[in-house]
């Protein structure tokens, strides 16, 4: 009878002289993605169609300000869609801790955004357990691989969270990873 083997790790933890470095991919849904890139091309057909009929002059008079404001509504809708299908295809988290400073990075081909936070202030870093809340704008996101995540710690008054896409073992290979060289308060719980 043959064994299954151990998994690899998705995550790329480098320990350097300048800080502490974790890449990790996100982990890809198949179904989004084909999902995704359907309805992205029914969305450039009607930006197209609609467009045209503003330039064109034929929008209808009495419908002119409701198209205007679907239009607007289905613009950023797109917008949100594009940006889900690439981080899909090639999103990455990248944690950086240096110094005092713990950067999160949302990473997508080179572009992105970061948010920085004081190693200082941050208490109780853990995995925790994903949970859905439609009521939670962040708990809507994480289907579309946009918010949330398993890896938690908390700030001041707010619970931040990060490791989107992460499986139980890697995130506690990464919280492992950080509190082995840095110092953050708490313990880490499930």
């Known amino acids: 009878m043959a064994k299954t083997q151990p998994y690899h790790s998705r995550i790329t933890i480098t320990d350097t002289s300048q800080g502490l470095r974790i890449v990790i991919p996100y982990s890809r849904s198949w179904f989004v993605i084909f999902f995704l890139g359907f309805w992205i091309c029914g969305w450039a057909v009607a930006e197209y169609m ?11 008079p009495e419908g002119e300000w409701f198209m205007l404001a679907w239009f607007g509504v289905w613009t950023v809708g797109g917008l949100f869609a594009i940006y889900a299908l690439l981080w899909q295809v090639m999103g990455k988290e990248i944690v950086t801790v240096h110094g005092q400073a713990f950067r999160t990075r949302h990473d997508i081909g080179g572009f992105g955004f970061n948010k920085d936070y004081d190693l200082a202030q941050m208490r109780d870093l853990r995995t925790v357990r ?40 890697e995130a506690k290979q990464v919280v492992t990873a950080i509190k082995q060289r840095y110092r953050i308060q708490g313990g880490t719980r499930i």
């Open 50 to 60: 609609v467009s045209s009929q503003f330039l064109k002059g034929d929008a209808p």
């Open 130 to 169: 994903v949970g859905f809340n439609p009521l939670d704008i962040s708990s809507s996101l994480q289907l579309w691989g946009v918010g949330g995540g398993v890896i938690a710690f908390d700030y001041g008054a707010k619970i931040i969270r990060f490791g989107a896409g992460l499986d139980e073992a």
